[in-house]
Structures are given as structure tokens and as C-alpha cells.
């Protein structure tokens, strides 16, 4: 069984990674119903001992999670480990601080980087060794502040230095237009050097989709228009069953970004009749190593309480998958050049469904020359808790371009007038070329999205093909 | 003689698993339509051929399993267990934890080298319980990354461990519009390393057999199990037991030495397609009838027209006149054949008439057309058709998809994409190169027959 290391880090890196253990907990708990220790457990939890759990009853151990908690201010991870899941981690697997890096990347980067640098390796060693066959370590972190964003980095650099062999998938939120933290440019930029460079793919996810998705589900609930009710814990926003605890204001938003790691590891957990691990994400999304940011979008957001799923509902949620709406990031990859796609559907839906709903989508759909038929598919039969089937698409898509152009914009903005920079030029080990080194690195990522662009609509020249003398 | 069959990656172990369960529901039927006498010694060549007795009874596939994770190969024992008609042993399989990626630098240069000794003392295992081997059948996808990768350097580890076994390949090509989005190069990776290890390739399409699924088996929400049971089906009617020299004198001793005979002729061409008709859901067999002369008809329009199933036949396509200069053009969708084999299984088989099977004008020219056409006839019916007629060919039935494939292929790598994800396991664009050579030539000679 493949197994997976999360890495959390920050106060957003750590609240979506909250809502993510007691998600995966809940859904492992419907599964697998006699309670005990099995392989599909095995991939984010190590078998501890076998005492009954007084807690989280539907399992009879302690399900730790293979997790690494790390927050330079100590308030959300005291708070996790004060709540319903404080039995899930251990404190060996956390590394905290007191004072927080200030919004500042540098502080997380270079001064924390450096501090805690051998505390993090440790840890993590340890926590792969509990597992007998590591695959993939997963980074949770906001790209805006300074501890997700400048140590959240800093700890990639460190996985590929330390563990080259295992594949690093990151997801990142992105800030918006109106963040409340004015240098969350320079974090942002400056830590997307290292996702470059570093990662081998990238979920980029911004607040602004992700509040749209929670408004657009909160008004379908309120107005009354569907008819019959939504079942409850098949929100992909909701903490299901966890109605004692206060519900906090980002919850709705991290449940979406926590159930797309789900159905993202899904099919590496459970069996299906055509099976998509995490390294075959890596291996069909990438065509060039530096094009590695995945726009994801999932659906259903929502399951009206009527069991029976006609196929002409079944095709709906292949055309939302596709839909603005259901995007995890402001972008729109249906006007957009596809390099590639990837499909992963749970639940009961076969393969003649996947290419029915391939069939009809593809002529809406533009894709680069070289991969007309750049599509991944896979089948994972165990739906998703309160589903009967669900659709997570993968798209490599040159709609990204916006969003780093608005960046280096935002970036610039500030840069031009030198504007809070001697905050970060202070720290130890910044200078003024770290800041030009990340904002070209940009831009260069920029420039490959164009060259791909250019070529969309062009008349198609298939190359000739070799020559054999008869 | 006995044959061991080798399953690598999800495919392989699916449609493995298929063909066993369909090979032993067909023997312990009692639809045989045939003499007591002719049905017991069916079942014990088929037994011999497929699986050996143990203690308890229960008949034990001659199989080793081979994946690089563990979920589909252990779905795959117990599904079997659970049938209580037979099962895999315990101890011929072989799983990893971290699959192969879809890569097939990664199941060929990493998995293969890291992991042949153990996968090829299972297979010896396997070898030494036969009493005499007939040869291997691997079973595996090319689109992917173990069976197209490791199954290919599994399959050069047989040819030279056992260098005068049969070894026949039975690949599965990928559906045209994306199961995987390196399916392209995997599969010229795969096609054209095998072309150099194996005796033949035993071609099935997804695309192909899907349609089978929805026209014929009117399956309306049809799954890969259903794919695989119709492959399990087509594969058992070539598969078992089957009178090879002119009927009385006992079931075939060597399977795949008659097959590659009889098919094989010259090794430039080992691309092998596979049509049976007739299919139909179960539910229908008992309202249906069927002619010798009918389903043999059909097959060899089938043939000619390059048909993939028998419904939307083109009948206007003729093979050309026997009068015609060689240099000519032959008619347009007119499929040139090297060799043919049928195998008819069922009632009053002897009065099948295949002398338009013989016609020379199907034929390239440089082979007797004697020595092209074989027929095995055999009046044991298979699993529950009155009377079923399989058409193994080597012609150009598989010419247009491999070009597609090869096509596609060649496109990505001229944009140089996805190389990097194989160049860091050691296949460099050298490789590749060399890997197009190779089927661009086997288009080239299939063109120009």
C-alpha cells in the first residue's frame, strides 16, 4: 500500500490539515467497518497499539496519523491538540514556536529554516520509518504569510535534499487581490522560486473559489429551490458529525481543500477496477518538469437525499467538473489550452460512463497538438461518505497564467518602490537577489505557459514521421 | 504439454483471472453436445494444459501472479478462492508496494533488474510442475507501466532462461482516446522490445471489444470486468483443447507450437488478431441458431473487410481478381492476410466446408496457400455455444491501429514532452528512436504485402 507523510505548516497549513485527519478518519471509519488496522488504514495512519479508544470510537486503536505539525506560534496547534483529535498526534510529531515569523518569508525561510533544521529531519525520519514504503509527502501551507510560506518552503527544499525518491506533492493557497497582508506578494513569489524548483506538483488553491463554492452551496440549502433536501454530511463543506464543536469561519472553505486531498489518494487506498496511484498523477500531468500546477475542480459539492442516480445526473457532474464554478482557483480552463487531464472518479461508475462523458466533453475542450488525447482516467469503487460517486479532474492548463501574471503584478507593485523590503533584507542570508532570482523565475514559468498559448489554434502540422527504406 | 501463464500489472491479473474462471466453467459445464468419452478427455487435456491437481482437489491455476502494488493481485486470489472451483496457489505470486508509475522506464530499467530473480524462480517453480512445457502466455496491457514495462523485461527473461519454449504474448491495446496519457510511448516501448523476445503477439483492443460489449452483449453501463470476461471468452476458444491434425487422432500436445506454425511463418510478421463469433449475451444462446456455413460466411468477410465484429460488416469489399498483376493496386480496405488459423468448436463440426478459406487471392503471394490456411475442428462445444468458429489471423488487422499508435506517439515526441519522466530511469531519446525504427519497419512490411 502506498504510503504518505503530511507535512502541515502554518496556521492555515495546519487548520486544513486538521480538517483533512478528521475527514480521513471518517471516511475510513464508514469503510471499514470491523474497526481494525488494515492496509488502507496503513497509507496516512501507523497501528499504535490495540487498546479500545475511548474518543473515536469506530476504531479499535489508536489511529496515529504519519503527520508533521509545524507552527512557529503555538495557538492553532495547541487548539488542534485540545480538540476531538488530539488523539491522532503524538508530540513527537510536532515542531513549535512562540513568536511567529511576522508575514515575513524570510523569517521562515532562513531564521526559523536554519533553527529548526535538524528537529525537522529527525522528525521526519521518524515518521518514515513507520512506513514500510513511503511514496509521497504531502505540504499544506498558504503561500501568502510567513511560516507556511517562507518554512513551509524550506521544508520542501529539505524533503528533496533528504529524500529524493519520494514524490512531493504541495498544496498551496494562493492570496487573493484584497489579502489582508500587504507583502503577501513578495511571500508569494518569492516561495513560488521554490515550488519551481522543488516540487513535483502543485494544487494551487485560492480563498476566493473556494468562498464562492461555500456561498453557492449555503444558497442552494437556503432557498428552497431543490425540491428535496440536501443530505447533510454529503456537503463537501460540512465537519461531518461534528456538531459539539463551535464551527470556525474558515472550516467550510478547508473541508473543500481536505476532501480534494481525499478523493486525491483515494484510488491509492482503495481498490477500483482501474487504479490511479500518486505517481502516476506525477508521471501524466507533467509533460515538462517545470509545468507542474494542477487545476483541480471537484463535484458533486452537494448530494440532493434521493438515492437513485440517473445517468443524465451521473453525465452532469462530468459537465460541472468543468464549469467555472466547481474550480478550485479563479481561472477558466474550458477557454484555455489543455496539456493534459486527469479523471478520477469513485463510486459506481464504469468505464463505458468515463468514455461516454470523454466523448461528449472533448469537442468543447481545447488540447495542445501533441496530446489530443491527453486524458488519465481513473476508477476507485469506494464513494466517498455521504456520495454514491464523485469526480476529482486534474487539469494542467495554461488558465494558471493568470493568476502568476496578476502575482508578478501585485509583486512588482510593491517592489518598484522598494516598498516594506528592509524588513526582509535584514534577515541573514537575504538579499536583493533573492528577490530578482524569484520574480525571473516567474516569469520564466510565465513565458513556457505562453509558448504553449501560441500554438493553440494554429493549423495542426503533424511532424513527418522516419523514413524506412523497403 | 502444459502451458504456465505469467500475469503482470492490473490488466494482466484482471483478464488472468477471467480467463482461468471461464477455461474451468467451460469444462465443468455439461453443454459439450459431444460423447462422454469426448468430453472426459477434453477435460483432461484442459486440465493438464491449464491447471494442476492438488491434495484437495481443487484445481490450481498454472499462474504467477506478478504486480508492482498489492490491491489487484490480492482482489485477484480471493476472488478465485471465493469461487471454490479453483484457485491460485499461495505462493506464485509477486507484488511490490509502490506500482509502477505509468512508467515504463520504471517497470522496465528499475523494477525488472531489481526483481527478476524472484519473479523468475517463481516462474521455474512454476516450469518444474509441468511434466512437459508447451511454452508461456504472458498476459498484460501496453499502456501502463508494469505489464507494458516489467512485462517486457519479464518476457526477455523467459526467452533467456528458456530458450526453445514457445513464449506468446497477449497484449491489450488501450482504448484510442486516453486511459493513460503516455499510453503512446509506452506502448511503442513495449511493441517493439516484445517483437524482439517473443514468438507472437496476441492483439486485443479495448476499443474493439468494448463495442462487442454494447452492440452484441447489449451491456448498457459496461465495466472492465465485462470487457475482460468477453477476452476471457475469445481467448478460451483458441485456448482449449483442440484437434490440430485431421480429427480422431486426440487433442493437440503442443497448443502454441501448432499455433506458431501454423501462424508464424516468417518473423517479420507476429502480429496476431483474434475474432469469435458468435457473441451474445447468455440470456439469448437458447433462442438462437447457427449454420456452419452462416458463421463462416460472416467470419471471412470478417476477414476480408477487416470487420471487428460480426454486425456492420462491409460486404461490397473483394478480395482482388485472381488475374491481377501483383503490382496493381488491391482494392481499397481489402485486408491482406500471411496465415489463418480457424478453430471451430461444436455440433456436426466435420461437415464445415472451409475451402473459401483457401482462396489464394486472400493471400499474399509468397506463401503456398496450402501452408496459410490451417483448420482445427473440434466437436466439443465451448462454453455453451452450440457452435462457435474463432479466426486467429496474421494480416493486416492490426496495421491501421498500430499506425495510429506509432503516430501519436512520434507527435509527443517531437514536442519532446513527458521524455524527462523516462530519461531519469535510464531511457534516453536514443532508446526511443531506435524503438520507432523498429515499428516503423513492421508497418512498412505489413503495408506492403
Redesign the interface.
Known sequence: ???SVVVQVGQCGNQVGCRFWDLALREHAAVNKKGMYD?ALSSFFRNVDTRVVCLLTEFKFFPFSKALLIDMEEGVVNEILQGPLRDVFDSKQLITDVSGSGNNWAVGHKIYGCQYRENIVEKLRKTAEHC??L?CFFIIHSMGGGTGSGLGTFVLNLLEEEFPEVYRFVTSVYPSGEDDVITSPYNSVLAMKELNEHADCVLPIENESLFEIVNKIHQMINSGKLGSTVKQNSLVTSSAGSAKTQVKPFDAMNNIVANLLLNLTSSARF?G???M?L??I????????RLHYLVSSLTPLYTLADVNVP?RRLDQMFSDAFSRDHQLIQADPKHSLY??CALLVRGNV????L?RN??RL?PSLQFV?????????G?CSVPPVGHSHSLLALANNTCVKPTFIELKDRFMKLYKKKAHLHHYLQIDGMEQSCFSEAVSSLSDLIEEYNELDATKGGPRV??S????A? | MSIVTVQLGQCGNQIGHEVFSALCSDIRGTHGLCSKKENESYQDSCKERFFCEEESGVPVARAVLVDMEPKVISQTLSMAARSGHWKYSNHSHFCQKQGSGNNWANGYSVHGPRHKEAIMNLVQKEAEKCERLGGFLTIMSMAGGTGSGLGAFVTQCLRDAFPTSFILNHVVWPYGTGEVIVQNYNSVLTLSHLYHSSDALLVHENDVIHKICAQLMNIKQISFRDVNQVIAHQLGSVFQPAHTAGGGSGYSRNPLGDLMEALVPHPEFRMLGLRNIPQMPESSLPYSTFSWPGLIKHLRQMLIANAQMEEGIDWQVRPPHPGLHPLHKKPLHFNTSIANLVILRGKDVHSADLGSFQDPSLYTSWLNPQDAFNAWKTPRAFNKYEKSAALVSNSQFLLKPLDSIVGKAWNMFASKAYLHQYTKFGIQEEDFLDCFTTLEQVISSYTNL
Not at chain 1, 506525477?282 to 518538469?289: A, D, E, G, H
Not at chain 1, 464504469?350 to 460512463?353: A, E, F, P
Not at chain 1, 514521421?465 to 524506412?468: G, H, N
Open positions: 500500500m502506498t504510503q492496509e514500510d514504503s511514496q481498490e477496477s482501474l487504479n496511484d505517481n502516476e506525477s508521471m501524466n500531468l507533467v509533460p515538462f518538469p445517468s496539456l493534459a464504469q468505464v463505458s460512463d468514455r470523454i466523448e472533448k497538438s501533441w496530446n489530443q488525447e491527453g486524458w488519465k482516467t476508477l503533424d511532424p514521421r522516419l523514413k524506412i523497403v
